[in-house]
């Protein structure tokens, strides 16, 4: 059965004891919220998103007991398969999130990272960059506290 909201915290001793790339469907559904891609699949993609959701998390100054990781792999009308890392703030009310993509896969964007986020009172931000490494390279310029209350 899956964890209904597994927060960084709990993240962070899945990837150090290796759970993270159990290949079994129900020990991924702790991860994934949907997918397209085959059940085989997850286990090869859960490792890298899990450790860049933590180092997107740190890099922002993330409390990682009050936020939990949601996966899903998209499919987009026209393009190829994508998967969007979700964090959301545990209280539930969304008013705090970030959606991190690694690599969008609508043809007219193929390849492009995005981060789209809100915090507290705050407008919504969406940004997108060149790839993953631009938008990593932007995520070095914030200030280390910037989720600080």
């Given amino acids: 059965m899956a964890i209904e909201k597994l927060t960084l915290t709990?993240?962070?001793q899945?990837?150090?004891d290796g759970r993270v790339s159990r290949?079994?469907?129900e020990a991924q559904c702790d991860y994934w919220y949907?997918?397209?891609c085959k059940d085989s699949a997850l286990h090869k993609?859960?490792?890298q998103l899990a450790e860049r959701a933590l180092w997107?998390?740190?890099?922002m100054g993330l409390p990682f007991d009050q936020f939990y990781i949601s996966l899903k792999n998209s499919c987009p009308m026209d393009g190829t398969l994508y998967d969007v890392i979700r964090l959301f703030h545990v209280d539930g009310t969304r008013e705090e999130y970030l959606a991190i993509t690694p690599s969008l896969g609508f043809r007219s964007m193929k390849g492009k990272a995005e981060l789209a986020y809100r915090?507290?009172?705050y407008a919504p931000v969406e940004k997108q960059f060149a790839n993953w490494?631009?938008?990593k390279a932007y995520i070095k310029t914030l200030p280390s506290n910037c989720w600080s209350r």
């Fill in 10 to 12: 709990e993240l962070q």
């Fill in 14 to 16: 899945h990837v150090a």
């Fill in 23 to 25: 290949p079994d469907r």
């Fill in 34 to 36: 949907d997918w397209f």
């Fill in 45 to 47: 993609k859960t490792p």
């Fill in 56 to 59: 997107v998390a740190e890099q």
């Fill in 119 to 121: 915090h507290g009172k």
């Fill in 133 to 135: 490494a631009a938008l």
